[in-house]
């Protein structure tokens, strides 16, 4: 970053005690200036000036650095390996060994899309199968409005374009110009504001202990700088049961093939423990 966008950045940090000093730099560079249009600041040092006494534009800076755009199956390659083959596989595992609830955890889930998508996928091999198995999906994010978004599962047609008309039909009542997700799909979802780089807990407090059989950690990873990249790994991979699966972005693999994650399928983004 150059010396106005560091000003900027301790700036917000002394007088609001906000630290977004762990974000990628390019990204907090880009947030900068999409907040300079939109203020109409000439310049950086008129933007810094206008942050200097103002709580309300802070905000809206720290707002427009949360990464809330997602979609329902998201990555078509991920989703068809989770559909096919992992999915299925952990619930045959629950079978063979006599353990009744499979523990899922969405991590920057955003809006509910990718957490609502993993959620159709298992409701539909559950609802295949004999045996009674219990589902948790424990969806987190930073963004307490992002969170209430979620919980509510309302959404716009167009952002059910990735689903095809039977899932439509079966997941998803429709309210005018809406969808809103049924009550049966959101049974099994815990969803809470949960921080990443909190010290004091080290999964989301509604799981208890962790043992995910599948962490997802999707499209959030570059945006940060490498140290905490790192740290949001290391308390997402602790939280894995044994052989459990980390999913993350298409862009986000070598991430994780550096971070001594071994990637189970080729291009899937789907990954265990070396």
Not at 1 to 17: R, V
Not at 23 to 41: G, M, P, W
Request: hydrophobic share 35%; glycine share 2%; proline share 2%.
């Amino acid at each position: 970053m150059n010396e106005i966008n560091n000003k900027i950045a301790k700036i917000l940090t002394n007088n609001y005690g906000i630290d977004v000093l762990n974000y990628d730099a390019v990204f907090l560079n880009k947030s900068i200036h999409k907040r300079l249009i939109e203020t109409q600041c000439s310049s950086e040092a008129d933007y810094y000036k206008l942050l200097e006494n103002n709580a309300f534009e802070a905000d809206r800076f720290i707002h427009s650095l949360q990464i809330s755009y997602s979609e329902f199956f998201r990555n078509s390659l991920t989703f068809s390996v989770l559909e096919k083959i992992i999915l299925p596989s952990i619930v045959m595992k629950k079978i063979k060994s006599n353990r009744n609830e499979i523990r899922i955890w969405s991590a920057a889930c955003a809006a509910g899309q990718e957490t609502y998508s993993i959620a159709i996928l298992l409701k539909e091999i559950l609802n295949s199968v004999s045996e009674k198995i219990n589902l948790r999906i424990f969806a987190t994010d930073q963004s307490e409005s992002q969170i209430n978004e979620a919980k509510e599962g309302v959404f716009s047609d167009s952002a059910l374009n990735c689903l095809n008309l039977r899932r439509t039909k079966q997941w998803f009542e429709k309210k005018g110009d809406n969808y809103i997700v049924k009550q049966e799909l959101k049974d099994n979802i815990d969803f809470s504001v949960f921080d990443l780089f909190s010290e004091q807990y080290s999964c989301p407090p509604p799981s208890i202990f962790g043992d995910f059989d599948l962490v997802i950690c999707a499209n959030l990873l570059f945006y940060f700088k490498p140290e905490f990249r790192k740290k949001i790994i290391t308390k997402t991979g602790n939280c894995l049961s044994t052989n459990g699966y980390y999913v993350t972005g298409e862009t986000e693999r070598e991430i994780l093939i550096n971070a001594d994650f071994e990637e189970v399928y080729p291009q899937s983004s789907i990954f265990q423990k070396r």
